[in-house]
């Protein structure tokens, strides 16, 4: 068993005794907030927001606008994963061949290629083909050593000729199957937006077609759309929920057919996304890319008969004027009963194989070495937890997990904890100042480069990350 794995696994294990109850089930909506010029609205509170789901009025739990100040100057020895006034996003560009006609693809292709190098810098940007075959051909993949390269767009047009002269053939006899292309474009957007998890942030897909692919199920009378009838469609909502990723549809046709744009359409508003047509690619990038800058983290916790295995309607609504609100409107409301253990430990997985740190719990950490002993003095900002008020207590609880890193990778198994928190009302409004203190010593020695501290809310399921130098820290 490889080291990951091996951490990944123990992850598991020490999460399902060290884990305090979470909530049963929480929905989770991004919303990204418009005034009538388009531009982002950034002062709304939770009481600005109705929600509600299948008709009923919902109580919103915790609510947040995603935008991660820089952190105040550090002292000596002090680390912060709040370094940016950007909040850190990531990008696939899907180039789908499977699902266009060949004068469209032809079309798109060229405008494509020369869009995309006049970019000014590819950072956070992944590039695939869908091919005819229904495989991901990568033109910048994910994960690769190449990730880390902002100028990779500035010869994208040669490689992507290159990739597309090589995948322009007839379509094979087997892909002129309606399922089989259904499950193939399905598969190509659930292994996309999987990959995608272990970067910080709002993910997208923009997903480059004009067709929405989709296979009624005959065995089962329905009179809804295809979101409601199609088979495989459950699947791919849950998983793209469970990643946050959004799709946003794309086609260069400005005038595609009515049927093809409502459908679309109603993949964006399945999975958070916007649709797009006629635009060109780097219009696209921008206004994705400022979505979620400027973006509302929204969760609310509905009744556990609300897990009716489903699909729900979702509505959000401002009663400030001139407010337009982009936000999904549907959900399948899938019964998670595995236990809280499990449903963490890849949240944790992945802030743990993550290539940067994740804001989304702000930390800062002291970190000062002693001998073989490193002292550190977590800070976690109370804002981004989710911390129920009873009784004049704010309570709730997080995970926090050490890991050690050479330059090679992780070093033996990670150090996992659990800390209960119970704040009274002077204690948290001192903690919305300092932040919630956590003190841990952790045992080091000479083959320890870095330490990656990672905390999870019990409450919200989500993680932040900070990597800490031990040469900068003194050791």
């Known amino acids: 068993m490889a080291i990951t794995e091996k951490l990944i696994c123990s992850l598991a294990l020490g999460a399902s005794v060290l884990l305090a109850q979470a909530p049963s089930g929480l929905v989770r909506l991004n919303v990204t907030a418009l005034d009538s010029s388009s531009e982002p609205i950034e002062d709304l509170k939770a009481s600005d927001f109705q929600i509600s789901d299948q008709g009923k009025s919902q109580k919103i739990v ?3 606008h995603n935008p991660t100040a820089p952190a105040a100057p550090l002292a000596p020895h002090e680390y912060s994963n709040r370094t940016s006034a950007e909040a850190p996003h990531s990008t696939v560009i899907l180039f789908d061949l499977l699902n266009q006609n060949t004068a469209d693809r032809l ?3 060229h405008k494509l290629g020369k869009s995309l190098q006049q970019l000014e810098s590819g950072e956070s940007i992944y590039f695939y083909l869908l091919a005819l075959e229904g495989n991901l051909i990568p033109i910048h993949e994910i994960g690769s050593k190449a990730g880390d390269d902002k100028t990779w767009t500035q010869q994208v047009e040669k490689t992507f000729d290159k990739a597309m002269k090589a995948a322009s053939h007839a379509r094979p006899a087997q892909m002129n199957d309606e399922e089989m292309i259904t499950k193939k474009t399905y598969v190509a957007l659930e292994t996309l937006a999987t990959q995608l998890a272990v970067f910080p942030g709002r993910r997208d897909i923009i997903w480059i077609t004009n067709t929405m692919p989709n296979v ?4 089962t009378p329905c009179n809804g759309d295809w979101v409601d009838c199609a088979l495989y469609v459950p699947h791919l909502g849950v998983t793209l929920a469970a990643a946050n990723v959004a799709v ?3 086609s260069y046709t400005s005038s595609p057919n009515p049927n093809i744009t409502r459908d679309l359409e109603q993949m964006a508003l399945l999975t958070g996304g916007w649709p797009y047509f006629g635009d060109d690619v780097r219009s696209v990038l921008k206004q994705v890319a400022r979505d979620a800058a400027h973006n509302y983290s929204i969760f609310y916790d509905p009744s556990a008969e609300n897990w009716d295995s489903k699909w729900h309607k979702v509505r959000v609504t401002s009663e400030r004027k001139g407010v337009k609100l982009r936000v999904k409107q549907r959900y399948y409301a899938f019964p998670d009963k595995r236990p809280d253990a499990a449903k963490q430990q890849p949240v944790l997985a992945a802030a743990f194989q993550s290539p940067t740190d994740d804001p989304g719990i702000g930390l800062r950490v002291t970190a000062v070495a002693d001998g073989k002993n490193m002292h550190l003095q977590i800070r976690i900002d109370p804002a981004d937890l989710l911390l129920r008020e ?4 704010s309570s709730g609880g997080v995970t926090f997990l050490i890991a050690d890193m050479s330059a090679a ?15 009274s009302s002077e204690q948290y409004t001192t903690a919305m100042k300092e932040g919630i203190p956590i003190a841990q010593d952790h045992a080091i020695n000479d083959s320890i480069q870095k330490l990656r501290v990672i905390v999870l809310d019990q409450g919200l399921n989500i993680a932040g990350s900070l990597t800490i130098p031990l040469a900068a820290a003194g050791h």
Do not use: C, Q, Y
């Open 216 to 219: 009624w199920n005959v065995k």
């Open 62 to 64: 915790f609510s947040r």
């Open 390 to 393: 009873e009784g004049g207590t």
């Open 107 to 109: 079309d798109a292709w």
């Open 409 to 423: 990778g992780p070093i033996g198994d990670p150090m996992l904890s659990s800390f209960a928190v119970h704040l």
């Open 248 to 250: 946003d549809p794309f």
